[in-house]
């Protein structure tokens, strides 16, 4: 018994033995596994901090981007496609900056800039008045400036390499050419037009406006008033309720963008009337956002000219021609088309060009990005 008792000791004594051996095994992989771990963590993190410091690191191009403000759907979008062009990932550091619709800031931001020492300034003009002075201060900085959207009217047109945007009287051409069709085709006797304007002195509203007022012109159409209702759907709604006290017979708005239609649609329903097919007012307007547009599909827009708002490929190709030191280009316009609350397409010739009116689907308003 005795012997027995001493033999399972020592074989306890044994496998315990060994069970120690296996823990102190197990134990040292997981430590020396662990501090593999630490130590490739710490050298990718060394890396990353060397090479945050060292000059082996591709310095990432600096742009000072001022833009106009966030008025509308469409601002939002066409701020959405410079923030998805110029990331760090691609080689850019963006500076944005808001303006909150004010010129004065964006003056200022463009002096911050000169002084950021960037490669870079890029800016939508709020108006096209007042830009010399600054420019001539980037100019001597020996920062090239592009300018999208709307436009600079100064002396020397030299103070900026290019500038990319929309043909805003072509867009007024179209909707009002589209809005002829329209008439004519359900025989309306008279047009009596309201004109809610965009910020006044901004390149779109310009174009968008004399487009209205030769068309008006052309084909007879009364034209009872013009005001600005700042591309925003507050101060349009304000503009067209006072319009409605003004003229009992207005049975036609042309706002100059989305926001503006919104706001004009609330204004005319809210003074009992009606907008749409059957309606006691058509709205024609401009952007075709994705608001804009759905707001087509159920009927309270007639006409909407779209405003192209993807100027980020655009500056980067500018970029490209500047770095490679042969600009080709002084304007570049974006691509873009009208829809309409209608059947089918339609094709209309403006300037002996053929543009196709597109009808309103429900595709083209899910495509819609923004
Ligand atoms: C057009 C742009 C206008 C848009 C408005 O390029 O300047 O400004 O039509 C925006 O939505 O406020």
New binding site residues.
């Given amino acids: 018994l005795h012997s027995t008792s001493r033999r399972q000791r020592q074989m306890c004594i044994r496998d315990s033995k060994y069970v120690m051996k296996r823990i102190m095994t197990g134990l040292v992989g997981i430590v020396l596994l662990i501090s593999i771990i630490v130590i490739a963590v710490t050298a990718e993190g060394d890396k990353r901090i060397e090479n945050d410091g060292s000059e082996s690191q591709e310095k990432l191009v600096t742009i000072g981007f001022s833009q106009?403000g966030a008025?509308?759907?469409?601002?939002t979008a066409?701020s959405i496609y410079i923030k998805q062009t110029f990331t760090p990932e691609r080689g850019y550091d963006l500076l944005f900056e808001d303006a909150k619709q004010k010129q004065s800031n964006q003056i200022m931001a463009i002096r911050r800039f000169i002084q950021q020492e960037v490669d870079y300034i890029v800016f939508?003009p709020v108006v096209e008045s007042g830009w010399d002075t600054v420019l001539e201060e980037a100019k001597r900085a020996g920062i090239p400036v592009i300018v999208i959207?709307?436009k600079v009217s100064v002396r020397d047109t030299g103070l900026y390499t290019a500038w990319i945007?929309?043909n805003?009287y072509l867009e007024g051409q179209k909707a009002c050419k589209v809005l002829n069709h329209y008439v004519e085709e359900n025989q309306i006797p008279e047009v009596n037009i309201v004109n809610i304007q965009?910020?006044l002195g901004?390149?779109?509203q310009i174009g968008r406006t004399n487009a209205l007022e030769d068309a008006a012109d052309k084909y007879g159409w009364n034209l009872l008033a013009q005001e600005s209702g700042e591309?925003t759907e507050a101060k349009a709604y304000e503009v067209m309720t006072k319009m409605l006290k003004e003229y009992e017979d207005i049975n036609f708005v042309y706002c100059?963008?989305?926001?503006e239609a919104f706001g004009a649609i609330d204004a005319i329903r809210d003074a009992g009337k009606t907008v749409g097919p059957g309606g006691d007012i058509q709205i024609i307007s401009?952007?075709a956002t994705q608001e804009g547009l759905r707001r087509m599909r159920n009927g309270e827009i007639l006409i909407d000219a779209e405003?192209n708002?993807e100027h980020g490929y655009y500056v980067e190709k500018v970029m490209e021609q500047i770095e490679d030191k042969e600009l080709l280009q002084k304007e570049w316009n974006v691509p873009e088309e009208v829809f309409a609350n209608i059947p089918e397409n339609y094709e209309i010739m403006l300037g002996g060009k053929r543009y196709t009116i597109q009808a309103i689907t429900e595709d083209i308003v899910k495509q819609r990005e923004y």
């Fill in positions: 106009v008025e509308s759907d469409w601002r066409n939508s959207d709307r945007g929309s805003f965009g910020t901004a390149t779109s591309y100059e963008n989305d926001n401009f952007d405003c708002p």
